[in-house]
């Protein structure tokens, strides 16, 4: 595939409709079903491309920030689908939160790296759990806000057949997942790490 064809359409490779809203385990059952006669370990050694093209499209359609995503390529590809330069206005608050949560970790993190003694590091274990605790919030937050989301996505996936499929409502949708995901991708991260034995 050249750099500037399109990407293979995804929900066509797996057998649904375009559609806003997909169940996962429907999409996992489509591209298992599709996939083991074309997997390459299967008799006659299958279909290595044709296997990683059902891959990807498994991927783009059991998130909801990639399913999105494809779903305005190929319905609008005219709209930008590239995360915007401004956090979406209906996250604007928690992006000073995320901002905030992020600084104190990293700060922490580079502080417990440098300390030169186990007793120095151990000096450390009230304000790690303090932060931790911080981020445990936030991202509790973060999953508030995206199950939100979710419901807002359904909404407009009950309007999907009726036509009403507004391209500006459903940019705003993915991007918001888009977001919300690599903010709890980040929280997780750090969490990962602050707790981590040293």
């Known amino acids: 595939m050249t750099p500037d064809a399109p990407a293979p359409d995804a929900f066509a490779l797996?057998?649904?409709?375009?559609?806003?809203?997909?169940?996962t385990?429907?999409?996992?059952?489509?591209f298992l079903a599709a996939a083991a006669p074309v997997h390459p370990d299967a008799a006659g050694g299958g279909d290595a491309a044709r296997f990683r093209n059902l891959d990807e499209a498994k991927k783009k359609l059991e998130s909801p920030r990639w399913r999105l995503r494809h779903l305005l390529e190929l319905e609008y590809p005219g709209v930008?689908?590239?995360?915007?330069e401004a956090v979406p206005p209906a996250l604007a608050a928690r992006f000073a939160q995320a901002?905030?949560?992020c600084a104190r970790a990293d700060a922490l993190l580079a502080r417990r790296a440098?300390?030169?003694s186990a007793?120095?590091?151990a000096m450390l274990?009230?304000?790690v759990l303090t932060v931790s605790d911080e981020l445990q919030e936030w991202l509790a937050s973060l999953q508030a806000q995206e199950a939100e989301t979710q419901a807002a996505l359904q909404a407009i996936d009950a309007r999907w057949e009726s036509g009403d499929r507004d391209a500006a409502v459903i940019l705003r949708l993915q991007q918001a997942f888009a977001y919300l995901s690599r903010?709890?991708?980040?929280a997780r991260e750090r969490m990962l790490a602050l707790l981590r034995p040293e």
Request: charged share 25%; net charge neutral.
């Open 14 to 23: 797996l057998g649904f409709a375009r559609r806003p809203l997909l169940d």
């Open 25 to 30: 385990d429907e999409v996992n059952a489509a």
């Open 80 to 84: 930008a689908t590239r995360a915007p």
């Open 99 to 101: 901002s905030a949560v």
């Open 114 to 116: 440098a300390a030169s």
């Open 119 to 121: 007793l120095a590091r």
């Open 125 to 127: 274990a009230r304000e």
């Open 183 to 186: 903010w709890s991708e980040q």
